[in-house]
């Protein structure tokens, strides 16, 4: 009997993130409602509740369902390939519907809702960052990296073009950017004293 709840509550849940993606493509973000998820979901408002104190926790839990093993690094022993392939990954998949206006959307909300800000941090920035100096790290290990290189440093500097060229700038991220600032973070400025 327990199964069969767990099962239905899994169903359940499964469709209310659904529900709440689907409803973020339509109207976006901003007019997105905890009772519109619930009637097109076919639940009450307060199953939604039990789970999700608010449309932003609602909202990131929905968006993190999506693809989230497409973001493990893998480690072929090729520090710049490996980089290159998750940070393509990366981009392909948050350049894209739906996955792209929706996390923008929630960055957005990130910046003004601090519970929002600190689950994102929680459960998609820390834990990707944490990989990308795993594979930095296993690359020092090796001695492909001096030892004395800054892993935590390299990983914002990996990742804070991204968040401008998106964010800021709003131009679009393709592979070839992914490569320059890889390279440059790599190989260096050349600049002559």
């Known amino acids: ?70 973001l493990d690094y893998p480690d072929t022993g090729d520090l710049l390939a490996d980089l290159r392939r998750q940070i393509h990954a990366a981009v392909d998949l948050l350049d894209r519907p739906p996955v792209g206006p929706l996390y923008r959307a929630l960055i957005g909300e990130a910046l003004l809702n601090p519970q929002v800000a600190a689950a994102l941090n929680d459960h998609f920035i820390t834990p990707q960052a944490e990989k990308t100096v795993a594979r930095l790290r296993a690359a020092r290990d090796r001695g492909q990296l001096s030892p004395g290189f800054d892993l935590d440093l390299a990983m914002a500097v990996l990742s804070g073009p991204l968040y401008f060229q998106a964010l800021i700038v709003q131009a679009p991220l393709t592979h070839e950017y992914v490569d320059r600032v890889i390279e440059t973070l790599f190989t260096g400025m050349n600049v002559s004293p």
């Open 1 to 70: 009997m327990s199964d069969k709840r767990s099962s239905r509550a899994a169903d359940r849940t499964e469709a209310i993130m659904r529900t709440t993606l689907e409803l973020g493509e339509e109207i976006g973000y901003a007019k997105l409602s905890i009772e519109a998820v619930a009637a097109r979901a076919g639940v009450g408002k307060h199953t939604i509740y039990r789970r999700w104190p608010s449309k932003g926790a609602l909202f990131l839990d929905s968006l993190l369902s999506l693809n989230e093993s497409q």
